[in-house]
């Protein structure tokens, strides 16, 4: 959610600042901030809204130094203010946080029996008052800060900046991602790699309860125990971190885009040239010791994963739980033996995910991550990580990411039943020819794009939106909704085809448009029937289908948007593609922000 960055250089710091801040936007955030050390002295600007409005701010309020932390907060405590805009200050301490400080109530009360005021509504100024006061007490910079943090229960990302400390920050991870920097005589601090992609490849990822002590030419990490900690510096690929348009309008348009070509490269990652076989990395996975599968996601990801209980009880034939992550841990359940417990997770520091993964320890036979990043705390804490290799998505709502956990979910599924043995060696090659030709079918699917627009003028104009699916069309048709919602904010709702007459049917009337995922495959005589319960209630159709579906269905369809045929495992990650057009030229239409919308953060690091 919120970003993080700071800067112990040689440069004035604002700029930098600035500029990092400008790689963290696609986190989401309401307000933004800076402070600095200049000769001594501690200062801060902070602006609502998007970040011109602070670089605005700078050009009529210079804030000079060569220190500094800045920060982009997604509101959870407080309304998006100048008062609660982070850096939040007490006397000589400035702080940015990434989080949630549970205890917060506590802490104010008893800094209130101090005498000591507040100025904000948020949780965070609570770090800086106490830090400030143990400060008072007579404790140095380092040991006010580690006391502050010893006090705080919850999950935190912090950065702490010191009145009269030029060559200083204290950082602390405990939930919420955060990296360290290494410079030439310089050091910096950000919440991802992306942050801090243009000022250094070196990175040292804190690990879960670590606290560092940087200057500029000195880093310190001691572990949640105390100790000193000798934590690994990574050399990134900072190709890796472009955020660039490259000529599209937005990063989502880009990124849909991009898709035949991330998905090939995924393909070839784990289906290499000439192999007939799926090959997983290090020390892989056999199915043929696993009874039962539980994947546990948050949002798209965890579409990705109702779609994959598809294709591994079909294909082989193992039974699949799947579950949203903030319910999972929660109800406690069982992990019986020979179960795999499967996480999916763009980020990979999705917090409630991370939560259920680490309640899965010492229970699950093996725990396996599907991810974006791979120096992720998700992937660092799974026996086995699978790289999406879907690369940077600034896009709040995710599409080639969702289209690469799909395409590598699939080939995993097709690994299991290979062990198991529950597809003939003709099936198995069968499935994978006809994996290797899906950026092929991507790429027809995108030429489709004007028609989609056409039908999205359409639906722009419509208040509520029903998506239907059968079979594994019916988690796309949940996507396809939530896609819609995000980026355009229309009301729309999915449901499975067949429950339309148990309830949703009572929704319909000249006003509704329905959107029907249907490839001409063994359900869609079905999805034909519930067309005709729609279009009799003078419900407008829009169907997404191949050339066979289309000509057997369009006589009093409203709309239509024509797929390639493809093979039917391929099928929801090829209808993937105009769920998201669709939704993007709705956007549009409207003039919504398409790729950072209202109130939603790419990365959620809290609960």
Same mark, same amino acid.
């Given at each position: 959610?919120?970003?993080?960055?700071?800067?112990?250089?040689?440069?004035?710091?604002? /700029?930098?600042?600035?500029?990092?801040?400008?790689?963290?936007?696609?986190?989401?955030?309401?307000?933004?901030?800076?402070?600095?050390?200049?000769?001594?002295?501690?200062?801060?600007?902070?602006?609502?809204?998007?970040?011109?409005?602070?670089?605005?701010?700078?050009?009529?309020?210079?804030?000079? !130094?060569?220190?500094?932390?800045?920060?982009?907060?997604?509101?959870?405590?407080?309304?998006?203010?100048?008062?609660?805009?982070? /850096?939040?200050?007490?006397?000589?301490?400035?702080?940015?946080?990434? =989080?949630?400080?549970?205890?917060?109530?506590?802490?104010?009360?008893?800094?209130?029996?101090?005498?000591?005021?507040?100025?904000?509504? %948020?949780?965070?100024?609570?770090?800086?008052?106490?830090?400030?006061?143990?400060?008072?007490? =007579?404790?140095?910079?380092?040991?006010?800060?580690?006391?502050?943090?010893?006090?705080?229960?919850?999950?935190?990302?912090?950065?702490?900046?010191?009145? =009269?400390? @030029?060559?200083?920050?204290?950082?602390?991870?405990?939930?919420?991602?955060?990296?360290?920097?290494?410079?030439?005589?310089?050091?910096?601090? =950000?919440?991802?790699?992306?942050?801090?992609?243009?000022?250094?490849?070196?990175?040292?990822?804190?690990?879960?309860?670590?606290?560092?002590?940087?200057?500029?030419?000195?880093?310190?990490?001691?572990?949640?125990?105390?100790?000193?900690?000798?934590?690994?510096?990574?050399?990134?690929?900072?190709?890796?971190?472009?955020?660039?348009?490259?000529?599209?309008?937005?990063?989502?348009?880009?990124?849909?885009? @991009?898709?035949?070509?991330?998905?090939?490269?995924?393909?070839?990652?784990?289906?290499?040239?000439?192999?007939?076989?799926?090959?997983?990395?290090?020390?892989?996975?056999?199915?043929?010791?696993?009874?039962?599968? &539980?994947?546990?996601?948050?949002?798209?990801?965890?579409?990705?994963?109702? &779609?994959?209980?598809?294709?591994?009880?079909?294909?082989?034939?193992?039974?699949?739980?799947?579950?949203?992550?903030?319910?999972?841990?929660?109800?406690?359940?069982?992990?019986?033996?020979?179960?795999?417990?499967?996480?999916?997770?763009?980020?990979?520091? &999705?917090?409630?995910?991370?939560?259920?993964?680490?309640?899965?320890? !010492?229970?699950?036979?093996?725990?396996?991550?599907?991810?974006?990043?791979?120096?992720?705390?998700?992937?660092?804490?799974?026996?086995?990580?699978?790289?999406?290799?879907?690369?940077?998505?600034?896009?709040?709502?995710? %599409?080639?990411?969702?289209?690469?956990?799909?395409?590598?979910?699939?080939?995993?599924?097709?690994?299991?039943?290979?062990?198991?043995?529950?597809?003939? /060696?003709?099936?198995?090659?069968?499935?994978?020819?006809?994996?290797?030709?899906?950026?092929?079918?991507?790429?027809?699917?995108?030429?489709?794009?004007?028609?989609?627009?056409?039908?999205?003028?359409?639906?722009?104009?419509?208040?509520?939106?029903?998506?239907?699916?059968?079979?594994?069309?019916?988690?796309?048709?949940?996507?396809?909704?939530?896609?819609?919602?995000?980026?355009?904010?229309?009301?729309?709702?999915?449901?499975?085809?067949?429950?339309?007459?148990?309830?949703?049917?009572?929704?319909?009337?000249?006003?509704?448009?329905?959107?029907?995922?249907?490839?001409?495959?063994?359900?869609?005589?079905?999805?034909?029937?519930?067309?005709?319960?729609?279009?009799?209630?003078? !419900?407008?159709?829009?169907?997404?289908?191949?050339?066979? !579906?289309?000509?057997?269905?369009?006589?009093?369809?409203?709309?239509?948007?024509?797929?390639?045929?493809?093979?039917?495992?391929? &099928?929801?990650?090829?209808?993937?593609?105009?769920?998201?057009?669709?939704?993007?030229?709705?956007?549009?239409?409207?003039? %919504?922000?398409?790729?950072?919308?209202?109130?939603?953060?790419?990365?959620?690091?809290?609960?």
């Amino acid at each position: 959610m919120c970003g993080i960055v700071g800067v112990l250089g040689d440069h004035e710091a604002a /700029p930098i600042l600035v500029e990092a801040l400008k790689r963290l936007e696609y986190r989401g955030y309401d307000s933004a901030g800076i402070a600095t050390v200049n000769k001594g002295a501690l200062d801060r600007r902070r602006a609502v809204g998007k970040l011109v409005n602070l670089s605005d701010l700078l050009v009529h309020e210079p804030l000079p !130094g060569k220190s500094g932390i800045g920060h982009t907060r997604w509101a959870t405590h407080g309304a998006p203010t100048v008062s609660n805009a982070h /850096p939040h200050r007490a006397g000589s301490v400035a702080v940015v946080h990434n =989080g949630i400080v549970e205890n917060y109530r506590d802490l104010r009360a008893e800094l209130a029996e101090h005498g000591i005021e507040f100025q904000t509504e %948020t949780d965070t100024e609570t770090v800086a008052l106490l830090a400030e006061h143990f400060l008072r007490s =007579g404790l140095d910079p380092v040991a006010a800060a580690n006391r502050a943090i010893d006090r705080l229960e919850g999950a935190f990302a912090l950065a702490f900046l010191f009145d =009269g400390e @030029e060559d200083l920050i204290v950082a602390a991870r405990k939930g919420s991602p955060l990296a360290i920097g290494h410079g030439d005589g310089e050091m910096f601090v =950000g919440s991802d790699a992306i942050a801090l992609a243009p000022l250094t490849d070196r990175i040292t990822y804190l690990e879960e309860g670590d606290r560092a002590v940087l200057t500029r030419t000195s880093l310190e990490i001691r572990d949640a125990q105390g100790e000193l900690a000798n934590r690994e510096m990574r050399k990134i690929a900072t190709d890796r971190t472009r955020a660039d348009k490259e000529g599209h309008k937005h990063f989502m348009a880009k990124e849909i885009a @991009e898709q035949p070509t991330v998905i090939a490269e995924a393909i070839r990652a784990y289906l290499p040239s000439g192999s007939d076989e799926v090959r997983l990395p290090g020390e892989g996975l056999d199915f043929g010791q696993v009874d039962r599968l &539980t994947m546990v996601a948050c949002g798209t990801a965890y579409f990705a994963c109702l &779609t994959a209980k598809y294709w591994f009880e079909q294909l082989a034939r193992i039974p699949v739980e799947v579950d949203i992550a903030s319910e999972f841990r929660y109800r406690e359940p069982p992990i019986p033996d020979r179960t795999v417990a499967l996480f999916v997770s763009q980020s990979g520091e &999705t917090a409630d995910t991370l939560a259920a993964l680490r309640y899965c320890e !010492g229970k699950a036979d093996k725990i396996v991550s599907v991810v974006n990043v791979p120096e992720s705390s998700i992937a660092r804490e799974s026996q086995l990580a699978l790289e999406i290799h879907a690369g940077v998505e600034i896009g709040v709502a995710s %599409t080639k990411a969702f289209t690469c956990q799909l395409s590598v979910l699939l080939m995993l599924a097709l690994k299991a039943a290979q062990d198991r043995g529950t597809l003939t /060696p003709e099936q198995i090659a069968d499935h994978l020819s006809a994996l290797r030709g899906l950026p092929a079918l991507l790429n027809a699917a995108l030429d489709q794009e004007d028609a989609i627009r056409t039908a999205a003028q359409k639906l722009s104009e419509a208040r509520d939106v029903l998506f239907l699916g059968r079979g594994a069309m019916y988690p796309l048709a949940h996507e396809g909704a939530l896609k819609l919602k995000e980026i355009s904010y229309i009301h729309a709702e999915a449901y499975a085809s067949g429950e339309l007459k148990h309830g949703p049917i009572a929704l319909i009337d000249k006003h509704m448009p329905v959107v029907v995922m249907a490839p001409r495959d063994a359900l869609f005589d079905k999805s034909i029937s519930n067309m005709q319960e729609v279009m009799a209630r003078k !419900g407008k159709v829009l169907l997404i289908s191949d050339d066979d !579906g289309i000509a057997e269905a369009q006589d009093g369809v409203w709309s239509t948007v024509r797929m390639p045929h493809a093979h039917p495992s391929l &099928t929801p990650i090829l209808y993937a593609v105009p769920a998201q057009l669709l939704a993007y030229h709705t956007a549009v239409a409207k003039g %919504t922000d398409v790729d950072q919308p209202r109130n939603l953060a790419k990365s959620v690091t809290v609960e």
